[in-house]
């Protein structure tokens, strides 16, 4: 079993940044693929970034350039840099846990982009 806690949603201005944090509760040394999903009000959920066990990063199209996402394998716990950040990038942020055995999710953490 893998819990997740995500952190750091906050109101933030446009233009402005944020770091987001999820702590697991396991070691993520081999674990497998770590990601950060959002689902915006009336819309899916949908990939916004992800790591591999190996390092390699992929991100959706509409944050490239503007988003960073990085694991710390020692401190447990993974993070995305959101940078330029823009109204429709409000959204409820999920940490999400690939496993062998399934995947996992935290309770989320909600981003609000506005003036």
């Known amino acids: 079993q893998v819990q997740l806690v995500e952190s750091g949603g906050v109101l933030v201005q446009p233009g402005g940044s944020l770091r987001l944090s999820c702590a697991a509760s396991v070691s993520l040394f081999g674990i497998g693929t770590m990601g950060w999903y959002r689902q915006a009000p009336g819309k899916e959920r949908e990939l916004v970034a992800s790591i591999t066990i190996g390092g390699r990063k992929d991100y959706a199209d509409s944050v490239k350039g503007r988003f960073t996402i990085s694991r710390d394998n020692a401190l447990n716990t993974v993070y995305l840099q959101m940078n330029s950040l823009k109204p429709e990038d409000t959204a409820v942020y999920y940490c999400?846990?690939?496993?062998?055995?399934?995947?996992?999710w935290g309770k989320g953490t909600l981003v609000t982009v506005s003036s």
């Open positions: 999400n846990c690939r496993t062998v055995r399934g995947d996992y």
